[in-house]
Every structure is written in structure tokens, then in C-alpha cells.
């Protein structure tokens, strides 16, 4: 993945990660460092269906306490909890160039997976290069209420959130590998499990997670039929004190090598992996 096709403007001064347990918060003119405020239990709890800020006035006074009082530029960028978007890897025979043409053919090819009016969500995509006719176009939605309500406070508090993407979506620019890898990225109760193939996004998805194996092998047998290749890799990330039991179990399992996502910009986990995978990706178009 790369940031350039999604912003084509300098990256903003501020970039902040929100879960359910933090607020994570960098400055990208002092990156790699990275500020944390824990949140209380309660005050978010993400969903694709309902309004996730269950405590706003909490979340507003968190927000006010990691701002930057003074800072000369207030542009930010936000990167959201998986599990409050649906995103998708749509394939289209032929993809028209007019951007109001393309939105009105990914809502429309989408609308059917989605719980929710995608006439009135926010909507996000992007067309991935492709070496054969078809365009595979990642697709982020999530109703406008839900990124509007995580918007909010920190418009209070003097930011303009002018860019929006999801974790895992932002920590892809961590991965630099061109087997046919499986990511599995556990932050709380979500697991979110994404497949590339070339480099190129092929499968993502989030659920509220239940035994972690039972939830992720299916996937491997999703490569196999519907990608006609076999997985080569498999990273962890957000597993904390069980990635190495974690890593030593799927070895065993999958017979393929485990391993965790890296940065040289630090260690990503579960709440903070899209933070420092945008941190990483900013640099690099620098």
C-alpha cells in the first residue's frame, strides 16, 4: 500500500489512532514519538451498527488533555477502530475515469454487503493497479453518524480532521512483502484478517473475535479457492504476551512461517499499528 493514493496533500501536522482502551497521538514533525491517553472502560465501544461514542463528554475531555495546545497547524489525521467501517475489495471488469461515475458504481456494488443506507454513509475507495483487465477497488464505508460522533471532539478542541482511514487500512504501509500473506491484527475484542497477494489488497475483514484460531483458518482456505495459491506468510500483530505461543501454535498448524509486523519507527500493536504504519508511509513520500 501506499499513502500517495490516498492524500496527495503534505500529511497533516497531528495523527491520532482511536480504540477502546487509548487515544494514541503523534506529531509528524517529531515522529517517531508517540503520546497515549487511556480511556475509561465504556466511554467507546465499536460497532458497525450503532453510535460508538457511548460517553462523549469522557472521550471531548481525553481529546483536550492529548491535543497540542499551541500548535501552528491544526490539520489532522484520523484513523479510525476497524471494526466501526465495512471495507471490501470490489472487482470491476472496467472502472470508469469520472469520479462521480466511480461512487455511484461502488455504492451501488456495495450497498447489498452493508447494514446500513450507503446513500447517506461517508465513503472511501480507491482503484489498486492491476496487471490484468479487471481493477480490484478497495472500498471503506461507515455511516456518517459514526465518523461524525469520533470527529466531533477534536473539531472542539481547534482540529480539523480533513483525513480519515481505518487501522489496519493505515498500518498495510508496514507491510512490504510480495507473498501471498495473511495479516491477523487483534486489538481487544476484534480481530481483523487481511490478504495480499502481490502487494495488492485482496481480502479484509473484522469480527468480534472468538477462539482466534477458529476465526482466522478459514481464511486459509479462502486463499486456496478463491486466489488459486497457497498462503506463504502469516504476521501478528497486536498479540502482546501470547505472540509467542501465538507464533509457535500457527507454525505448527499452517506448516508456514509466522512472524510479526515491524517498523523501524517502533513496536505496532493493537492500538497503535495505524499510527505508526501512517507515520511510516508519510516518511517515505518525503
Known amino acids: 500500500m501506499n499513502l500517495a493514493a490516498l492524500f496527495q496533500d503534505p500529511p497533516p501536522a497531528y495523527v491520532f489512532e482511536l480504540s ?21 472502560s465504556g466511554v467507546i465501544s465499536v460497532s458497525p451498527l450503532r453510535d460508538n461514542v457511548l460517553m462523549p463528554e469522557e472521550l471531548a475531555a481525553a481529546v483536550r488533555a492529548i491535543v497540542p495546545a499551541n500548535g501552528k497547524r491544526k490539520d489532522m489525521a484520523l484513523i479510525l477502530p476497524d471494526y466501526c467501517t465495512r471495507v471490501a475489495v470490489l472487482d470491476f471488469d472496467n472502472f470508469p475515469t469520472d469520479q462521480k ?4 458504481l461502488v455504492r451501488f456494488r456495495i450497498k447489498k454487503s452493508v447494514p446500513f443506507d450507503v446513500e447517506s454513509a461517508a465513503v472511501g475507495y480507491w482503484a489498486q493497479q492491476s496487471a490484468g483487465k479487471k481493477v ?21 478542541a481547534g482540529m480539523n480532521p480533513g483525513f480519515v482511514t481505518t487501522s489496519s487500512l493505515a498500518m498495510l504501509e508496514l507491510v512490504d512483502s510480495k507473498q501471498v500473506t495473511v495479516i491477523a491484527k487483534l486489538t481487544g475484542s476484534t480481530l481483523s484478517v487481511i490478504v495480499l497477494k502481490n502487494g495488492a489488497l485482496k481480502l479484509i475483514r473484522c ?4 477462539e482466534v484460531a477458529a476465526d482466522l483458518y478459514p481464511t486459509f482456505a479462502y486463499v486456496e479457492d478463491q486466489l488459486g495459491a497457497k498462503a506463504e506468510l502469516l504476521l501478528l500483530c497486536g498479540f502482546g504476551a501470547e505472540t509467542e505461543h501465538r507464533q509457535r501454535q500457527f507454525h505448527a498448524e499452517l506448516g508456514i512461517p509466522v512472524e510479526t509486523v515491524q517498523s523501524r519507527l517502533g513496536t505496532p500493536g493493537g492500538v497503535n499499528a495505524g499510527l505508526i504504519g501512517y507515520l511510516q508511509g508519510a516518511m517515505s513520500q518525503n
Request: proline share 8%; charged share 20%.
Open 101 to 104: 461515475e466511480q461512487l455511484s
Open 207 to 210: 469480527l468480534e473475535v472468538g
Open 20 to 40: 477502546e482502551a487509548v487515544i494514541a497521538m503523534a506529531d509528524t514533525a517529531k515522529s517517531p514519538a508517540t503520546d497515549f491517553h487511556p480511556l475509561t
Open 136 to 156: 480490484d477497488v478497495v472500498t471503506a464505508v461507515a455511516p456518517l453518524e459514526i465518523v461524525a460522533r469520533y470527529e466531533a471532539p477534536f473539531r472542539a
